[in-house]
């Protein structure tokens, strides 16, 4: 053992120059590969931070739009506030990651109006409210509506629609925790942010989508399936809307891939812009709101009205004893006659309080000016009023129907637009070219064989006269 | 204890000797250990399939050049009006409802959609509305004989203008005597902004794709918990309301940087950091 002592003596410098150099090789390598690992952590991280920021920009994107929903969606009821104090009481129900903040920067700009007719001032032939523009697909001079996403321009090409402008909001995203962008790639790293978000708002009048099957969340029911429809339903063109339950128990055309089982069902937001056009609206359009305001604008003096001391307007209740004289009504006992040819004034309006009255539509051969028939029947469940359509119409209109029966007479061919209300029932044959609407969970077309044709023409008439709709877009970024 | 002489200190006492040969061996196996992962991290053996070169995962070049890719698409898909999925499972829950479907193949570079033209959009909501309306268009590029991981995306803007085309391929072969599963990854960016489309060359060495990752896992290791590829997930589908309604379309990229199943005994398999839940509607 001795001679191998003192070999280990000899070379004690030796070996501990060669530990040395080990431990020194091994440290670095090991340095290196804590630095790759370490580097593709921190861009891992820097991606994720990356996705993650895009999710909270489009968030905010979704608060801006639901707070502009909230004060001016076409809906029965809307809020009162400021879009600042709706944006802000969104803002603080959202959580956001430890230390990171998002504040409302600078002024909120105020909503622009989308009143529709009668309460707006849209002149009869014109496509768009005056001041405002038709969007172009493309357009580099006016709003776009490329880029806004096809949940909303699906809605937006089928018909003519107005563009309302665009607001803009900023928002601060503070992160007090990694605040300094710059100094380093990972996590954390440019957390300030500036988020710009700009909403686009569209009014989009109710008979541009051909067929509406609507449902009523607040005053009535929604479908929970699409109604059965007769053969040839859907002509020429004819776009579609409705809006059913995700649950295949309600909806056998649904699956459950996506269905989470919620004592509430929660649609998801892709169906945001289809509830608000066909679920809301409806509501608004059946409001006691929105229906006098057409008995009120049907009520201004109509050219075929008698000198005073006689009544003035538009206006025919079975009711009353003393109704105006007007041009293209018609009245014997309870039946009046609307001559379609006829009428001059932009809106007649029938009454029906007793649920007696009995209306006969006679169709226009010739084109003419657009104008609105309402027949409101106010009897509570007393009686339906009688309306049937006679001959074909070549001249737009716009056919609101409550609790009516309603039939049509030698297949007629009309042009229009024909809104039904949930008490309506239909029978007969029709072929329509525009719009028709009617209440999903008590569809009519069980008696009703009706074919609906798309028609531009249509459409661009009766656009001025429509109720329209406020549908918003939201794109943010950073 | 007995004092130690001076002569002892000149050199190593055995104990000395063993503690140093107890250091040197930690060294030395730390030098290995730490050689040999470096190596593996960063030699990247490459190996070329059909004319290209895929790199042995975990590639940290090729992990550099995903996150490029990523940022890239997820900025696209952002900034997109309809997503388009084509391949994958579950295309059509109906007429298609196991896949996996036909993706496009790698030669697909058109610009615009063809069924733009007249097209009513309420008609295009989903990828299996949108492979039916493009059908002359697609029809010559759709491949056969799919690999359930292999799919195309279009981020498409309005109803024609595609923004990106973005692939994913997965290669089954034996290479070296080892069988191996290649993953191919390209985004083509098109830019539009000048109004007319413009495929975005490569900003490493121009070219196109703008951005690609190529690596492979022997074919033992390419286990995951989910396995990359498209899953396409409905709301419903209506012929008599044309309510071919798709929801998000769950999408999973090979991971360059994932040592998907090198340890066959773990309790969890990988799981790619690539993953998307795409909605077709934006």
């Known amino acids: 053992m001795k001679p191998r002592s003192q070999s280990i003596r000899g070379e004690r410098g030796m070996a501990s120059v060669a530990v040395l150099i080990f431990s020194v090789v091994a440290v670095v390598i090991l340095i290196a590969n804590f630095n790759l690992n370490y580097a593709v952590n921190t861009s891992a991280d820097a991606f994720d931070t ?319 000016t657009p104008f609105v028939l309402l027949v409101r029947n106010t009897a509570g469940g007393l009686g339906r009023t009688q309306v049937m359509f006679t001959g074909n119409n070549n001249r737009p209109a716009i056919f609101y129907l409550e609790d009516s029966s309603v039939g049509f007479t030698g297949g007629p061919q009309i042009q229009g637009a024909l809104f039904l209300d949930p008490a309506c029932q239909a029978a007969g044959n029709v072929t329509w070219f525009g719009h028709f609407s009617f209440y999903a969970p008590s569809s009519p077309l069980g008696t009703l064989g009706i074919s609906v044709n798309d028609s531009p023409s249509v459409k661009a008439a009766l656009a001025p006269l429509a109720p329209r709709v406020l549908l918003v877009s939201t794109t943010a970024s950073r | 204890m007995k004092p130690v002489s001076p002569s002892h200190r000149q050199g190593f006492s055995t104990v000395e000797g063993i503690v140093g040969l107890v250091l040197f061996t930690i060294m030395m196996a730390a030098l290995t250990y730490g050689g040999a992962s470096l190596f593996r991290f960063q030699a990247d053996p490459e190996v070329t399939f059909n004319g290209r070169t895929y790199t042995q995962a975990p590639s940290f070049n090729d992990f550099r050049q995903a996150i490029d890719l990523h940022a890239a698409f ?63 268009q697609f029809g010559p590029y759709l491949t056969s004989g799919a690999d359930p991981a292999d799919f195309t995306i279009l981020t498409v803007q309005g109803l024609s203008r595609i923004t990106s085309i973005t692939q994913q391929r997965r290669h089954t072969t034996k290479l070296n005597s080892q069988n191996v599963v290649l993953y191919e990854v390209t985004h083509q960016t098109i830019d539009w902004s000048g109004g007319s489309p413009v495929l975005t060359p490569s900003p490493v060495g121009g070219g196109t794709p703008t951005y690609s990752y190529r690596f492979y896992y022997l074919a033992s290791e390419d286990s995951w918990a989910q396995p990359p590829g498209a899953t396409h997930y409905w709301f419903r589908s209506d012929t008599t309301w044309d309510r071919d309604q798709e929801g998000p379309t769950r999408v999973i990229f090979a991971d360059p940087y994932v040592l998907a199943g090198q340890d066959p005994q773990a309790q969890i398999t990988s799981v790619s950091r690539f993953a998307y839940f795409l909605a077709q509607q934006r």
């Open chain 1, 50 to 368: 990356y996705n993650s920021e895009l999710v909270e920009k489009n968030g905010l994107a979704q608060v801006v739009k639901e707070s502009i929903l909230a004060i001016g969606e076409t809906a029965a009821t809307n809020s009162g506030n400021s879009l600042q104090t709706e944006i802000q009481n969104r803002l603080g129900g959202m959580s956001f990651p430890a230390g990171v903040s998002v504040t409302l920067a600078g002024p909120v700009p105020a909503i622009p109006a989308n009143p529709s007719f009668p309460s707006g001032t849209f002149p009869i032939g014109s496509r768009a409210p005056a001041g405002v523009a038709q969007p172009a697909y493309f357009s580099t001079t006016q709003t776009a509506v490329a880029g806004l996403g096809n949940l909303i321009t699906s809605l937006l090409v089928q018909g003519p629609v107005a563009s309302l402008g665009a607001l803009n909001v900023t928002f601060n995203r503070v992160n007090a925790v990694s605040p300094v962008s710059g100094e380093r790639e990972g996590a954390g790293a440019g957390d300030n942010q500036n988020y710009a978000v700009t909403a686009n708002l569209f009014s989009v009048p109710l008979t541009n989508i051909d067929v509406v099957a609507y449902g009523l969340p607040a005053s009535g029911t929604i479908p929970a399936a699409a109604p059965a429809v007769p053969p040839g339903f859907f002509g020429s063109g004819a776009s579609s809307l409705v809006v059913t339950s995700n649950n295949p128990a309600n909806d056998p055309t649904a699956y459950p891939d996506l269905y989470a089982a919620t004592s509430n069902e929660t649609l998801p937001y892709q169906y945001r812009n289809a509830v608000s056009f066909s679920w809301n609206a409806y509501e608004y359009l059946w409001s006691a709101g929105y229906q006098n305001s057409l008995l009120a604008a049907a009520a201004q003096p109509d050219p075929g009205n008698q000198p005073f001391p006689a009544p003035v307007g538009a206006v025919y209740d079975f009711s009353s004893a003393n109704n105006p004289t007007i041009d293209g009504v018609t009245p014997s006992g309870n039946t009046v006659t609307i001559n379609c040819a006829a009428v001059q004034s932009p809106v007649v309006a029938i009454v029906d309080a007793e649920g007696v009255g009995t209306v006969n539509i006679v169709g226009s051969a010739a084109a003419g």
């Open chain 2, 74 to 136: 997820a900025q696209a898909v952002d900034q997109s009006d309809n997503v388009i999925v084509l391949g994958g499972q579950r295309s059509h829950p109906v007429l298609d409802p196991n896949g996996p479907s036909s993706a496009l193949s790698e030669t697909f570079a058109d610009t615009s959609l063809a069924a733009a033209v007249g097209s009513d959009p309420f008609q295009s909501a989903s990828s299996w509305d949108q492979r039916q309306l493009n059908s002359s």
